[in-house]
Every structure is written in C-alpha cells, then in structure tokens.
T-cell receptor
C-alpha cells in the first residue's frame, strides 16, 4: 500500500542553519505531495505542495521538489529561525481510491535554538 | 471565517463511557474527515465524508461512529471508550475529495481514557 517515511527526529539546529528533512514515499499512480506544519498546541496547516513530477513547492522560505525517480520530497530551508520550531509532516494524497485521503509520515520535530 | 472548530479541547473519560467530539466548518466544504495522532505514527484516518448524508470508513474506524446530517457538522462518537483510544483527534475539511486540495485542520481534541 501507499506509505510515507520521514527522517527520525528531533532535529536540533542553531538559528540561521540550513535545514533538510528527508521524506520518501511509496505510491501507486501519481500522488500529490504535501508538507504540513504543526506549531505547538495547534492543528496542522499546509506549508507547501507539489502536484506532479519535478514541481517545486515553496512557501515562507521552505521548498521541496517532487522527485519521481527517487520517490522523494525533501523539505529544505536555507536559514531557519526560532519561530520555525514545530513538527513537520510529509503527506501524499491517494489518487487511485478517490477518497481524498491523506497518508502521513510520522512527523519530524524541529527545534531551533537562538 | 472561523475555519474548522473542534470541541472540547481536552477530555478525560473512564473506560466504557461514551462521548461525542464535535467538529464544524464554515467554509462550505464538501469533504470532512477525522484523524487521530499518536506519537511516532503520524496521523491516521478514522472516518471521512464526501458530502452531507455520505460517510465512509478510513484506516482505523473500529470503536468510532460518524454522521453527516449537514454540510457544516461532522461529529465523531466514541461508543465505549477504551484506553487504546487515548490520542489527539483532528478534524479536517477541504473543498472536495480532489487529491490536489489543501485540507484545513481544527485545533484538535486531546482525549485521555483511564
């Protein structure tokens, strides 16, 4: 079945460091890929998405490229801030079943220290 | 717009008790869903609805019931609470079941079953 695997956390960085959070997926068909972010005490909110191979999603300095050949959608940011501390979820949408269902990775906690 | 609202924010139940988690959205979204979030497991789909009067099971439906009598509301019922249902529950909505659509999440309900 479809699945998403993210790198284990927590990831601890100093402010202005470079961030990469790895995400790989297994899917039939051509899913859309998403990164959601969950700030402490809040629900998830969409950070960025990509709907086809080689698309790059970007938002708030974060970006991720849909790589079909490596089945990956790694999240990157050039210079993190303390306010980026949150849990990041990679997800894919099931296209074959037409259910609107999202398959989530286990989440990666990012802590940014001043 | 209030977006997606959930009540209560916190709840403690004893084993065997029943309760209803409320979810409402004011964006006229057709698609609504319930997820549970457990440590190290990401979010898993419990039930979903593609429109008023239509519901279906997700990945982990056992022990939960839903109904969708209006477009706005999608309550989740726990029939007889068990400790395994201790979790954080998120309601989400999107325009329709389209796989490119952003899903909007509520702030969550933290449930503890003793």
């Amino acid at each position: 079945g479809n699945s998403v695997t993210q790198m284990e956390g927590p990831v601890t960085l100093s402010e202005e460091a470079f961030l990469t959070i790895n995400c790989t997926y297994t899917a039939t068909g051509y899913p859309s890929l998403f990164w959601y972010v969950q700030y402490p005490g809040e629900g998830l909110q969409l950070l960025l998405k990509a709907t086809k191979a080689d698309d790059k999603g970007s938002n708030k300095g974060f970006e991720a490229t849909y790589r079909k050949e490596t089945t990956s959608f790694h999240l990157e940011k050039g210079s993190v801030q303390v306010s980026d501390s949150a849990v990041y979820f990679c997800a894919l949408s099931e296209t074959a079943s037409n259910t609107g269902k999202l398959i989530f990775g286990q989440g990666t906690t990012l802590q940014v220290k001043p | 717009n209030a977006g997606v609202t959930q009540t209560p924010k916190f709840q403690v139940l004893k084993t065997g008790q029943s309760m209803t988690l409320q979810c409402a959205q004011d964006m006229n979204h057709e698609y609504m869903s319930w997820y549970r979030q457990d440590p190290g497991m990401g979010l898993r789909l419990i039930h979903y609805s593609v429109g008023a009067g239509i519901t279906d099971q997700g990945e982990v439906p056992n022990g939960y019931n839903v109904s969708r009598s209006t477009t706005e509301d999608f309550p989740l019922r726990l029939l007889s609470a068990a400790p395994s249902q201790t979790s954080v529950y998120f309601c989400a909505s999107s325009l329709d079941r389209g796989f490119n659509n952003e899903q909007f999440f509520g702030p969550g309900t933290r449930l503890t079953v003793l």
